[in-house]
């Protein structure tokens, strides 16, 4: 195939908007990957649910805290008659000892319901400085989910925007390069990567194999409109310098008149 050399050479265009896009679609499949923004909702489901446990706790302990104010009560109350009836010197002697002993046995309960109280009042105060705790982390994860989506948000903008530049660049290009030149690289640009690659001293810019000499000696006897394909990678091989090194004169001239 034939193809002016300027023409080739815009394939390496093509080639670099080629290569950027695979490098943007790298980029978007590893921030689709990313973990920040399920890492961040998990912990806030963490949080509410220990939000969720502790009052829980707190209303248990609430329920037994009132359930012990009322049996205090109750035995406030009995106390109180026991020692009515006493003071009212109409109980006989073996009632007095009844009613002496039955608040001794009150006092000792009284006794042992507050220390159930304190304790329990305790154990809430512990629960409610958690809780106070889990609140204010589960606000803090909030910001920082809302952080992590700003974030990927923009990233994912960002990535639209350059994707979208370089695609219009791609159209841009195929329009303005000869069709069967384009045809040619999307052939190879199905199986590689690298479509198409400059030619740099002896080395292919694709699998940056250095030719030998004796592969060197056709790729410089071919005409400069003659597309070549490097041997060993299959690549689009562009001419970019003159050949300098086979003893020929180098064609600036006719080199010129292409990349100008
Ligand atoms: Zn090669």
């Not at 080639?15 to 399920?38: H, I």
């Not at 359930?67 to 109750?74: A, D, H, K, M, S």
């Not at 039955?102 to 309960?109: G, H, K, N, T």
Request: proline share 4%; net charge negative; glycine share 4%.
């Amino acid at each position: 195939m034939k193809a002016d050399l300027f023409d080739q050479r815009r394939l390496l265009e093509l080639q670099a908007v080629d290569t950027t896009l695979t490098q943007l679609d790298q980029r978007r499949r590893k921030l689709e990957a990313d973990d920040a923004v399920p890492a961040a909702r998990r912990r806030i489901q963490a949080l509410n649910d220990r939000v969720a446990s502790l009052q829980a706790d707190i209303a248990d302990l609430d329920r037994d805290i009132k359930r012990i104010e009322q049996e205090v009560e109750l035995v406030t109350k009995r106390a109180e008659n026991d020692r009515s009836r006493m003071a009212s010197g109409a109980a006989a002697p073996k009632e007095l000892e009844g009613l002496q002993s039955e608040l001794e046995s009150l006092a000792r309960r009284q006794n042992s319901l507050e220390d159930d109280e304190l304790e329990y009042m305790e154990r809430r105060e512990g629960l409610e400085g958690e809780l106070a705790e889990s609140r204010s982390q589960a606000e803090e994860a909030e910001r920082a989910l809302a952080e992590a989506e700003a974030d990927h948000a923009g990233k994912l903008e960002r990535l639209k925007t350059e994707t979208d530049d370089a695609s219009s660049d791609r159209r841009a290009l195929t329009i303005a390069i000869p069709d069967r030149l384009v045809e040619l690289y999307e052939r190879i640009h199905a199986r590689q990567p690298i479509a198409a690659a400059e030619l740099v001293g002896r080395r292919c810019g694709s699998c940056r194999i250095e030719k030998s000499p004796a592969d060197m000696a056709p790729i410089q006897a071919a005409p400069i409109d003659e597309v070549l394909r490097c041997e060993e990678c299959n690549a689009i091989l562009i001419r970019s310098d003159p050949p300098t090194d086979s003893g020929r004169p180098a064609p600036r001239d006719e080199l010129d008149e292409f990349t100008r």
